[in-house]
């Protein structure tokens, strides 16, 4: 099992950044693929922003040079740099594992966190 425990969201202006980060738990060798998703009111969950174990990185198309997704596989830990918010930016974020390596073999399962809300001024 994978503990997810997010941190960094808030409250912040328009133009304004923040920077989210996920630290993950439990009993594992190693993480898959690594991210976040998000998710407005009335809205489906999106994807935002995905990184491999091996660095390759996976954007919205509405993040794509403002977010930048980066992890540090010593602390599976995932971060999220958000700059430029904009208020269509607002939502509860959540990070998200897929893929765990144990010692024995590896599972293909998906992880969640409880979500973090980033809320957007104009």
């Known amino acids: 099992q994978v503990q997810l425990v997010e941190s960094g969201g808030g409250l912040v202006q328009a133009g304004g950044s923040l920077r989210l980060s996920c630290a993950a738990s439990g009993t594992f060798f190693s993480l898959n693929s690594m991210g976040w998703y998000r998710q407005a009111p009335g809205k489906q969950r999106e994807l935002v922003a995905t990184?491999?174990?091996?660095?390759?990185?996976n954007y919205a198309d509405s993040v794509k040079g403002r977010f930048t997704i980066s992890r540090d596989n010593a602390k599976n830990t995932v971060f999220l740099q958000m700059n430029s918010l904009e208020p269509e930016d607002t939502a509860v974020y959540y990070c998200?594992?897929?893929?765990?390596?144990?010692?024995?073999?590896?599972?293909?399962?998906?992880?969640w966190g409880q979500g973090t809300q980033v809320t957007v001024s104009s």
């Open positions: 990184m491999g174990s091996g660095g390759s990185t």
């Open positions: 998200n594992v897929y893929g765990v390596w144990t010692t024995v073999k590896f599972y293909r399962n998906d992880f």
